[in-house]
């Protein structure tokens, strides 16, 4: 069973960075898309940016402020958070696929098997 675990949330003022990191457990295929998503109460969850070897997606709203990697020899996955927007202010996942590189379709939350429990970020003055 594989299970993801985010952290690295927290509360910062307006134009600050956050790292949040997911590790993953268990069996991990060496094909994986690993995406981050985020949701607000009363918003869809929308995909924030996606990862497989040799392919990166960002939303269009966190393009040139938001930095995804991939460390797979601790299974981690990591998005670097800078120029912090009050917009971003919301819960945010980690989600996988297994057996299936990212692609145009990545920002599809239903075609992801595994997520985690979220970790929420704020960001206000």
């Known amino acids: 069973q594989v299970q993801l675990v985010e952290s690295g949330g927290g509360s910062v003022q307006p134009g600050e960075s956050l790292r949040l990191s997911c590790v993953a457990s268990?069996?991990?295929?060496?094909?994986?898309?690993m995406v981050w998503f985020r949701q607000a109460p009363g918003k869809e969850r929308e995909g924030v940016a996606a990862?497989?070897?040799?392919?990166?997606y960002y939303a269009d709203s966190v393009k040139g402020r938001f930095t995804v990697s991939q460390d797979n020899t601790r299974n981690t996955v990591s998005l670097q958070m800078d120029s912090l927007k009050p917009e971003d202010t919301e819960q945010y996942y980690c989600?996988?696929?297994?057996?299936?590189?990212?692609?145009?379709?990545?920002?599809?939350?239903?075609?992801?098997?595994?997520w985690g429990r979220g970790t929420q970020v704020n960001v206000y003055s």
């Open positions: 989600a996988a696929e297994f057996g299936r590189a990212c692609d145009r379709s990545w920002h599809e939350h239903g075609r992801y098997n595994y």
């Open positions: 268990g069996y991990i295929y060496p094909t994986k898309c």
């Open positions: 990862i497989s070897p040799g392919v990166v």
